[in-house]
């Protein structure tokens, strides 16, 4: 028998990122969660999953953990909300501050909204602002990078280069210039992807610089292509270029960002800074939703001025929501208490000596591992996604393959049973996608 919430989500709720007759006709059973506690999400029948990809990479440190809940719930007491138009409040400007010491300062202005779609608007417009209030309103185009993805709003689907979201709205999209990616799968080693990718942006900057205000890219893992791995050399010279030909960086690491990669930002472990930080998912450890613009002075100076045209006039309602800033403000803290960088690394060897099997495995290519964030790409037929994703649930997983490549992105709180329960999940839910 169907569970009811079943009936009632498929018939008022329209899910995203699906095609809803694949749940219609079962093919895909929605999942009627109803709660969840550390790493683990329990549906309405009581069976538990092991939330293996931090639901949709949001979750750092487990459904409801205690101090996140806590702080909002004191916030919830204080204030809720109050627009941050012509009003300031605590959690947003400490926040801010906190933010930007993570930059060492050079990122010192913070513009907040609800998703990552929307910081990857704002830093479009502010770039392309940027240029127009410094008297070059022709640097107005972008460049993004082959199998790049950030966000779904028409804004991001211009610089987005996967095309079952981009091509049904082609006809009102400014297009961005599309330029290789340094997916170390694409060359002999990483370093040379690197440096192929480099020459490709040179040789495109060198002819466009004069009409381009920004490379956006995703540092060190495009997680929507299929978690493509950059070597972080790609980065550093990504940023000589910009610098030579003046085009702003903007980093999007709304997915990368906090820790995913094994640093804090992705791009320090290139030893540079962005123009533009974009971040979201994590910030708020996947408790409310929340993404902020980081930039540099001399950007904000440039809009700093009498005449209100001037100024950067993109709002949001809810921008800098004091519930989502506690949140973000005691995830930092975690970070900070529990040392969560240097455990991470200790975490991440061990699921990947769990893995270890998978590069015997003859359908198995290109496995990979950029901090807590595993992945491998599988030879299979074009079922082999859905198999999988059934297969891993059956042994009390939630996994979504991206078409081909499996991945895993964990929360940061797994024990050592629960590490062992999703690799060997993992291990025997390939085993059955590939029989069947």
Known sequence: MQDPLLARSLAAVWHPCTQMKSHGDGLSPLLPIVRGHGAWL??????????????WWVNLF????????????????????VMLAGCTHEPVVQLSERLAQLTANALGHCFYASDGASATEIALKMSAHFWR??????KSGFVCLAGGYHGETIGALGVTDIPIFRDAYSALIKAAAILPSADARQAASPLEAAHLAAKALELHLAQHHEQTAALI?????????GMAMHHPAYLRLVRELCDHYQVHLICDEIAVGFGRTGTM?????AAIRPDFLCLSKGISGGYLPLSVV???DPIYQAFYDDRTAMGFLHSHSYTGNPL????????????????????NGARGDKIDQRLAPLTANPAVSAYRRRGMIFAFDVAAD???SRRFQHAALERQVLLRPIGNTVYLMPPYILDDREIDHLCQATLDALAEALET
């Not at 329990?42 to 639901?55: K, Q, V, W």
């Not at 890219?217 to 292509?225: I, K, N, R, Y």
């Open 42 to 55: 329990e549906d309405t029948s009581g069976r538990r999953f092991l939330d293996g990809i931090s639901s």
């Open 62 to 81: 487990g459904h409801c953990n205690p101090r996140i809940g806590n702080a909002v719930a004191d916030q919830l007491q204080r204030l809720e909300h």
């Open 133 to 138: 209030n410094s008297g070059k309103p022709e």
């Open 217 to 225: 890219l995703e540092p060190l893992v495009q997680c929507a292509a």
């Open 265 to 269: 930002f992705a791009h320090e472990q």
């Open 294 to 296: 980081m930039t540099c």
């Open 324 to 343: 989502a800033c506690r949140a973000a403000l005691a995830t930092l803290d975690i970070f900070v208490d529990d040392n969560v960088l240097v455990g």
């Open 382 to 384: 074009g079922g082999f």
